[in-house]
């Protein structure tokens, strides 16, 4: 019986491993290894060995791409964190109708990124404008994604309205496993409002916190669908991510074996960065 168990576990198993290795496992080595060729995307290739990753540190467009990325995901992980720790410290609060507002405020988080993209495009492009020339705010009678400069400001806005909704139902199950004799014997001593904020609440949540930072982080780095909705790395490619120059460059410039390279090292900078994150969590969480 327990022999049957265990062979039944192991051909759920089965099928689900080899459709990893094919659509993930062998992608990544064939990837890997065009990183060390002059593979176009097509045809033939040599090898090149480790140029392409030379290459990398003196491509200006890639560094460019890499500053761009860390702007967008540090500022956009800030704001979206700020935010939804407020917003989950009001939900989790006795006020009337909470389920209903909860459901409203993780709305964002099943639609699409691309529909999104399109929608915030058309509100940036047409709607904002019109609405900032009527009451006279010269700032804004353009689109924002017209400009090179602040064009970064509506790609964060957008990614942090779909991401408010799940980091805000992350921290309310935080807030939910916070006992209320710690706010009782809390208050016992004076710690109300934001004492209470400091000394019990955050530093029970940060776990949770920890899970926020990192998810949020390595999603932000990762950002694509809003780029290729809004501004497809314009103006001037001055809102190209990491991921979108991967993909145009490598899918329509000619550059397979080049931007394979950057893959691989930005995999691996997401690696270090996200490994980073949670050694820093746990000390804190250690120090507590």
Do not use: H
Not at 90 to 114: D, H, M, Q, T, V
Not at 138 to 159: H, R, Y
């Amino acid at each position: 019986m327990k022999n049957e168990r265990k062979r039944t576990f192991l051909m759920i198993t089965i099928p689900i491993l080899a459709l990893f290795v094919c659509f993930n496992t062998i992608p990544l080595i064939r990837g890997v290894i065009y990183s060390f060729t002059n593979f176009k995307g097509f045809g033939t290739y040599d090898w090149v060995g480790f140029r392409n990753y030379a290459d990398l540190f003196t491509d200006a467009r890639v560094g460019k791409s890499y500053w761009f990325t860390f702007k967008l995901a540090i500022v956009t992980t800030v704001v979206v964190n700020v935010i939804s720790l407020l917003l989950a410290l009001a939900l989790n609060s006795k006020i009337r109708a909470k389920s209903f507002f909860r459901g409203a405020y993780f709305l964002p988080n099943i639609l699409g990124a691309l529909v999104v993209g399109y929608i915030f495009n058309y509100f940036f492009t047409y709607i904002l404008p019109a609405m900032a020339s009527a009451i006279g705010i010269d700032a804004l009678s353009t689109s924002i994604l017209s400009n090179p400069g602040a064009a970064w400001i509506g790609i964060m806005v957008v990614c942090a309205w779909q991401a408010i909704a799940m980091n805000t139902i992350i921290y309310i199950s935080g807030l939910q496993t916070v006992p209320e004799d710690v706010y009782e014997a809390g208050g016992l001593d004076g710690a109300t409002g934001w004492k209470r904020f400091r000394y019990l609440t955050f530093p029970l949540i940060i776990p949770f916190f920890s899970i926020n930072m990192v998810l949020c982080v390595k999603n932000f780095l990762m950002v694509f669908d809003q780029i290729m909705a809004l501004t497809k790395g314009g103006p001037a490619q001055s809102t190209e991510s990491i991921s979108y120059l991967i993909y145009n460059n490598g899918m329509s410039g000619g550059q397979f074996g080049f931007q394979s390279a950057n893959a691989v090292v930005f995999f691996i900078v997401i690696v270090v960065v996200s490994v980073a994150q949670m050694k820093f969590s746990g000390s804190k969480e250690e120090q507590l």
